[in-house]
């Protein structure tokens, strides 16, 4: 197993051990001091736990090289994962929603609310430092699920805040005033939470559904593909039938290039090697076929809205071919 596949394991894991004490400690304090805010913590830091579990899973999944049951690889299980994530979140946040106006209706107080000041600055902090590794390896290694759970953990880190803060001001209120009402902080709080967490969901699921119905690689990455082709030249009259989508970390690169029809065949794959050779360089696991075609004259408007040639020695526009 490469480095890099082992770094990927090892810092999921470390998700699923850290979310896995945040749930313990926000589901007791929550419970102990009756504080919905806290206790939607706990949910959203099962939902992190839930997330970072089914990462670790796909993480190891989508590292398998194709077979012949899977000739394309295993990368959308990043994708899917992501997905399955994204539902369960949306059904948290809704349900978080649901008892805090329940409680916003309610006289209910939060008791000793220091303990939930305390349980969410270890939350803040600790998620803080776990997303950060998370971050890092999940960019360096161009992992959907690795980021995916990154991006929950520092969501946690915002809504934890958030929690905090509201806990503090019940706390020291009573240190300045004999009733000071400001309980409905809590449920607020909560609120905000959930708010946070939908908005999570709602990125997770378009970046989940764009990769599991091919969307196209970003435009940045196109364009540099592209300008590799067009930069080198290499005897390319020009290109066309230029396509990409993205599998977790798999990126599956097609187009056309047309050359001179006295070309060797030894020549033509000399350039699609060095081709897929600079683009391979920084994308190794990319996937990348190029179909080479003859410039005989014969084009579409297709072909020449890619053609490099001049335009005194193009051809004219044929209604087939190409």
């Known amino acids: 197993m490469d480095s890099i596949q082992k770094r990927k394991e090892r810092v999921a894991m470390l998700s699923v051990a850290s979310n896995s004490i945040l749930v313990v400690f926000k589901v007791i304090v ?130 934890s805040v958030g929690v905090m803060v509201s806990l503090g001001g019940i706390w020291l209120s009573h240190f300045f005033f004999v009733d000071p009402r400001i309980h409905w902080l809590d449920p607020v709080a909560a609120i905000f939470v959930a708010v946070f967490i939908l908005k999570a969901a709602y990125h997770l699921t378009s970046q989940a559904v764009g990769d599991l119905m091919d969307v196209k690689l970003p435009p940045d990455e196109e364009q540099w593909i592209q300008s590799v082709i067009t930069d080198r030249k290499l005897g390319i009259h020009g290109y066309h039938q230029f396509r990409t989508r993205k599998a977790g970390n798999f990126r599956f690169i097609e187009f056309h290039i047309k050359v001179d029809p006295q070309m060797t065949v030894e020549a033509s794959h000399g350039i699609t090697r060095e081709l897929k050779h600079v683009i391979m360089d920084r994308w190794p696991a990319a996937t990348v076929t190029i179909h080479i075609e003859p410039c005989d004259g014969n084009c579409t408007e297709i072909c020449l809205a890619g053609c490099f040639l001049p335009e005194a020695r193009r051809p004219q526009i044929s209604l087939t071919g190409g």
């Open 30 to 159: 929550g419970t102990l001091i009756g504080s919905v805010s806290i206790i939607s913590e706990a949910i959203h830091s099962g939902m992190d736990l839930l997330a970072a579990i089914i990462a670790t899973f796909s993480v190891k999944k989508s590292h398998l090289p194709a077979d012949d049951v899977h000739p394309f690889g295993h990368g959308k299980v990043e994708s899917i994962s992501g997905l399955i994530e994204a539902v369960l979140i949306f059904i948290a946040s809704f349900w978080i929603i649901f008892e805090a106006l329940n409680k916003l209706t309610s006289a209910q107080e939060v008791e000793s609310p220091g303990w939930g000041v305390a349980v969410m600055f270890l939350s803040a902090a600790l998620n803080y430092f776990v997303s950060r590794k998370l971050f890092q390896i999940g960019k360096e290694a161009d992992s959907i699920a690795l980021q995916a759970d990154a991006w929950h953990l520092r969501t946690d880190v915002y809504t």
